[in-house]
């Protein structure tokens, strides 16, 4: 089984979390609304990965003005390839806080939408169980 550490942003903007919505045919949660974030390349420091993974899946005109270590945690998850292919990968979680002066988002084909939800209404959303986690232990749902 192979191992990843990913970087997973929660960003926030005027009182509101970006949500995405993961592509239908990949990923570890297809379909679903969840965080951003992916793993860390050799070489890169967390912050290092965690601004690069966000200008990959989120464009580079959002603007991050804050970034805060807030938690980590680990699990076991199947991964689905967009070729259809699976793998099992045990991950650790490196978890931050962050805030965004702007809205400015071009998706990637990894997520198919996105929107910004105030705390009170993440409970709508078809979180991922990993998502839902986060929100739980950040006191919002």
């Known amino acids: 089984m192979r ?3 990913i970087v997973c942003p929660i960003i926030q903007n005027n009182g509101e979390y970006l949500l995405c919505k993961m592509a239908d045919d990949r990923g ?5 609304w969840a965080l951003s ?4 390349e ?11 993974e966000i200008a990959e ?3 580079d005109k959002l603007e991050i003005s804050q970034i805060a270590p807030w938690h980590f ?26 805030v965004s002066a702007n809205r ?14 105030r705390p009170e209404k ?6 991922n169980v990993a998502t839902r986690q986060t929100f739980i232990d950040k006191g919002l749902l």
């Open 3 to 5: 191992q990843r550490t």
């Open 104 to 117: 400015d988002i071009t998706l990637n084909e990894e997520f198919q939408a996105v929107a910004w939800v």
């Open 122 to 127: 993440l409970g709508e959303y078809d979180l």
């Open 57 to 59: 899946e989120l464009g």
């Open 37 to 40: 974030g992916g793993g860390m």
């Open 28 to 32: 570890v949660f297809p379909g679903q």
């Open 73 to 98: 945690r680990d699990d076991t998850r199947i991964k689905t390839y967009a070729d259809g292919t699976q793998e099992e990968i045990y991950m650790i979680y490196l978890m931050f806080d962050c």
């Open 42 to 52: 050799p070489g890169e420091t967390m912050e290092q990965a965690l601004l690069r």
